[in-house]
T-cell receptor, first 115, second 113 residues
Framework: DSGVTQTPKHLITATGQRVTLRCSPR?????VYWYQQSLDQGLQFLIQYYNGEERAKGNILERFSAQQFPDLHSELNLSSLELGDSALYFC??????????????FGPGTRLTVL | AQTVTQSQPEMSVQEAETVTLSCTYDTSESDYYLFWYKQPPSRQMILVIR??????QNATENRFSVNFQKAAKSFSLKISDSQLGDAAMYFC??????????FGDGTTLTVKP
């Protein structure tokens, strides 16, 4: 158990819908990262937050957005869902000083299925 | 843009033998960090080993060690005395001080009893 929690574990929805994935980092970690892993593929970095501020952005679609709240939990919002958005979405956290240099601890992921 | 290449989609090793997984990367940064992660069938991402680019000494964690060649931008993972539990997909990853991470496409390792 990495100490990072993600909810829900599984999510099934229809095209065109909007969903919110939630992540609680390890206690004391300031950085949160979001990744997308499509079937049998590597991880695509989406976005990183550090202490509430967006710090780095990867290949995140405009239909996707994220935020980190004052209590440091983070949410990833996916809207106008398409079939191709079906994937495993990982959240990771790290102490974050400086961001990107320390080990990321991954949550168990949220499996999103878009029908 | 940084890229990470794992040229071996699949590898297999006999139990108790040694196997090396390859990883190369491309970057213009001088300071960065490299990682190997393991993803077993449970899909949980588990850190195997980490290397700071400014350190010349290769990182070692029990049966896992790396061969870090900074000039060649190569970062291979050696697994000694392979065990059945080592079977998984292994990802090489690169991270910068700016917080952006790049992962390779992974190598699926099979361990034969």
């Amino acid at each position: 158990d990495s100490g990072v929690t993600q909810t829900p574990k599984h999510l099934i929805t229809a095209t065109g819908q909007r969903v919110t994935l939630r992540c609680s980092p390890r206690s004391g970690d300031l950085s949160v990262y979001w990744y997308q892993q499509s079937l049998d593929q590597g991880l695509q970095f989406l976005i990183q937050y550090y202490n509430g501020e967006e710090r780095a952005k990867g290949n995140i679609l405009e239909r996707f957005s994220a935020q980190q709240f004052p209590d440091l939990h983070s949410e990833l919002n996916l809207s106008s869902l398409e079939l191709g958005d079906s994937a495993l979405y990982f959240c990771a956290s790290s102490p974050g000083t400086p961001p990107g240099t320390d080990t990321q601890y991954f949550g168990p992921g949220t499996r999103l299925t878009v029908l | 843009a940084q890229t990470v290449t794992q040229s071996q989609p699949e590898m297999s090793v006999q139990e108790a033998e040694t196997v090396t997984l390859s990883c190369t990367y491309d970057t213009s940064e001088s300071d960065y960090y490299l990682f190997w992660y393991k993803q077993p069938p449970s899909r949980q991402m588990i850190l195997v080993i980490r290397q700071e680019a400014y350190k010349q000494q290769n990182a070692t964690e029990n049966r896992f060690s790396v061969n870090f060649q900074k000039a060649a931008k190569s970062f291979s993972l050696k697994i000694s005395d392979s065990q059945l539990g080592d079977a998984a997909m292994y990802f090489c990853a690169y991270s910068t001080n700016a917080g952006k991470s790049t992962f390779g496409d992974g190598t699926t390792l099979t361990v034969k009893p």
